[in-house]
């Protein structure tokens, strides 16, 4: 039985698996293993775990996953990871 949930039924995650080239990267990615891959494909498996983060996003090569970070500093944080993809996380003012 499934008993964490971040936002039920409100993630902005959205995944187009015509574009997803299976590489895999985005269920290692995932804090919450709200992704998993499924015939050679990523597939959302746990969409109300997803805390918006961005991290899968920022890391598929195929731009085949879309979130709008939702969890402020944390996601400023998390996108200064990753310095060579495009930041589309808030400020943090902390």
Known sequence: MET?????GGTTLSLDKNKCTGCGMCPRVCP???LEMKDKK????RRDRCMECGACAMNCP????SVRPGVGCASAVIASWFPWRKNTAPSCNC
């Not at 964490?4 to 039920?8: G, L, S, T, V």
């Not at 990523?42 to 498996?45: G, K, L, N, S, Y």
């Not at 195929?62 to 996953?65: E, F, I, N, S, T």
């Open 42 to 45: 990523a597939e959302i498996v």
């Open 32 to 34: 919450h293993a709200v």
């Open 62 to 65: 195929a731009d085949a996953l």
């Open 4 to 8: 964490f949930k971040y936002i039920e």
